[in-house]
């Protein structure tokens, strides 16, 4: 167990651009959903009941040697908490005051176990690039482990029982974070991507739940956690997402001698590298085309990962923390326009 | 009297962006029109007139040691033409074809004298900056020169004739050809300038009558060749353009602070630096912020000097001079970013 409350302005290790197909594929993750028998789910625990779970789960992870910095929601500021978002390494929702909240998180942020969010232990393993089966792996090892501290809230009929029945069964939720600039482009991502839904996988913007997809990013995952294997559920991931990785570049290919795409990534480019102010919208959607632009070859002087590591950087969390205030949202776009310029520059 | 024909593919010495108030003004014209007595307006003229007056214009001339180039613009081909028309040398209508076309300039391209365009001579001095006076002078000095030779189309009641009564009398156009960059940011341009054209001046775009304003640049000219002296024209054109110089920078120092100007700026300069593409028109609008840029200090690496230049060699006859071949206007766009990008990156 490392230092605790360490504040996390760094950059996790799944951001790094590595990784199978990463110029596709950014990350890959795995989430279980646990809870332990004899505890209420934490949405109507008391705060008593809550401290239980809390105290029990660490003791858990303590007695491993995971290497975890063990982490109290409550006792980071707002804007700590808020970088944590930004990362994908707690969800807004246990973001927000609540006693007990916990979340344990590896050095190169990989791994986070949030504890008393929806459910009591919501395990995740994110890594660059396609990497669904090694995530799961270090997902299943580390419940594995907490099985035998952990008596699980488990059904012979249903397998794990959770807070919300759509994640009944395994608790498993498989996704993978795709960047499809050309399909947009050629106007079939819509296409292509309501087609994933119908084979029962769900799509999402960068932020999860409701959240709408931007800089051409799209959260591919599974819908149902119950009557499937874990392999079977993480296998259909692995081929839909293959199917998408072909379909996207063979819409790169038919970009390759289009002007108009060629002229809008470079045009992208120079307002990323001039403009005095920009949205993290509108930074999100130009970096997606300087990436296309660098798989495409009609940018070259820029490192891929340097946008990778800008599409965190650039959220309204990481600028004030960068800038160490708050800043009002005039600030943040002419902070962000700089950072970005600072970074393209290196 | 030069080498004949000589390739016109240099700048003229008026686009060098020196001259007093060169940040509003980017050059001052004189032009005067003026006719041999006992021959018929060109329009009308059949061939054989038309040639006596060339000869009899190119006999005055060769006598005065002026170091002028003569040029028949029949013995051009189209795009050393427009070429001439671009540098605003000759008029769009003398560069079609016609016997007896002719034009006389010099090294500097300072001076131009059309002959059998509207009128059998049109005389022109192009300044840097806000020169009319100077312009004047040297127009001045040519007419005189040209009138111990020639016997002018003079009435004792109108002045000079003229093949269009809007010329009559002084046969003077003097005109400014003005960037109001910050007064159409503050759309106060066009309240401004109909103001002006109240007070007896016309407001035309940058290549004359009937032509848009683009690059927020605009030539003013009087519109009365009759009933006033030179001076009292020129003096009116004088103190005018002095109100409209005071406008455009009280409206520059107003949008000092103005992140939103200082943002479109930086995002013009960024898409010059890097667009695949580009009209010549777009080009214009964001070469013209680019200098507001630097005249406000927002934008240091740039010399306003190149950007002048730019203005003439993106036009369409100088893409295609410089690459050495007739271009279609994919090609042209390509090229001028190409062009562009090169140039600034000097």
Redesign the interface.
């Known amino acids: 167990m490392g230092e605790e409350n360490k504040a996390y302005s760094s950059l996790s290790h799944w951001i790094s651009g590595d990784g199978p197909d990463s110029e596709i594929v950014m990350s890959s993750r795995i989430r279980l959903a646990r809870n332990l028998k004899d505890f209420v789910y934490p949405n109507i625990a008391d705060t008593e009941s809550r401290k239980k779970v809390s105290e029990a789960v660490k003791d858990a992870l303590t007695s491993e040697d995971l290497c975890l910095h063990y982490i109290q929601m409550s006792d980071l500021p707002e804007l700590e908490r808020e970088l944590l978002v930004e990362k994908h390494l707690v969800s807004p929702i246990h973001a927000e005051n609540g006693t007990g909240k916990d979340v344990f998180i590896d050095d190169k942020e990989s791994i986070s176990i949030m504890v008393n969010e929806e459910d009591h232990i919501r395990l995740q393993v994110l890594k660059p690039g396609m990497q669904l089966n090694k995530a799961w792996e270090i997902a299943s090892e580390i419940d594995d482990r907490l099985e035998q501290k952990l008596d699980f809230a488990f059904s012979e009929r249903w397998g794990y029982l959770t807070a919300c029945p759509t994640n009944v069964g395994t608790g498993l939720r498989a996704s993978v974070m795709v960047h499809l600039p050309a399909l947009n482009f050629t106007n079939n991502a819509a296409k292509l991507l309501s087609a994933v839904s119908r084979l029962g996988l769900a799509i999402r913007g960068l932020y999860g739940e409701g959240s709408e997809s931007i800089g051409n990013i799209y959260q591919i995952s599974n819908q149902v956690t119950l009557g499937h294997t874990e392999m079977d559920i993480i296998e259909n991931l692995n081929s839909v997402t293959s199917e998408i990785i072909n379909q996207e570049k063979k819409a790169r290919e038919g970009l390759m001698n289009d002007?108009k795409v060629?002229?809008r990534?470079?045009?992208s480019?120079?307002?990323?590298?001039?403009?005095?102010?920009i949205s993290s919208e509108e930074a999100m959607n130009l970096i997606s085309h300087v990436r296309l632009g660098i798989d495409m070859g009609i940018i070259n002087d820029v490192d891929p990962r340097v946008l990778g590591e800008l599409m965190i950087l650039i959220r309204p969390a990481h600028i004030q923390k960068i800038h160490g205030r708050e800043l009002d949202i005039?600030e943040r776009d002419?902070k962000r326009a700089e950072l970005i310029q600072n970074r393209l520059s290196i």
């Open positions: 002007i060629k002229d990534i470079r045009r480019y120079g307002v990323l590298r001039y403009a005095y102010q005039v002419i």
